[in-house]
């Protein structure tokens, strides 16, 4: 399974380190996508990496502020998030994808992704 960390409360222009680690099985065969779901809205993508690293995708509304990163041999995916804004302000989910099923121009769509954490609450306010 998939377990979110890092999550909180914290002022606008502040940071957070957003943790996904995989317990169960290794993420070094799938591609980790970040996804958010503010209150009343729908589900969006944020940022997605590819299995190797080599390949990062980010939503406009994030790019520039947030930079995700991975440690396989952590098992663990980091979505590194600065200059935080009230409407970055959603629960946050990591996904997992087997890296072959990747179609890197639907990174940003949830049923890309076949498995799920249970998310973790990023609340940005003063």
């Known amino acids: 399974r998939l377990v979110e960390s890092g999550g909180g409360l914290v002022q606008p222009g502040g940071s957070l380190r957003l943790s996904c680690a995989a317990s169960?099985?290794?993420?070094?065969?799938?591609?980790i996508g970040w996804f958010r779901q503010a209150p009343g809205k729908e589900r969006e993508g944020v940022s997605c990496?590819?299995?190797?690293?080599?390949?990062?995708y980010y939503a406009d509304s994030v790019k520039g502020r947030f930079t995700i990163s991975r440690d396989n041999a952590k098992n663990t995916v980091y979505l590194q998030m600065n200059s935080l804004k009230p409407d970055d302000t959603a629960v946050y989910y990591c996904a997992a994808v087997l890296a072959w099923m990747l179609s890197p121009t639907k990174w940003y769509l949830e049923n890309t992704f076949s498995y799920w954490g249970q998310g973790t609450q990023v609340t940005v306010s003063s």
């Open positions: 990496i590819s299995r190797s690293s080599s390949n990062t």
């Open positions: 169960g099985f290794t993420l070094d065969y799938f591609a």
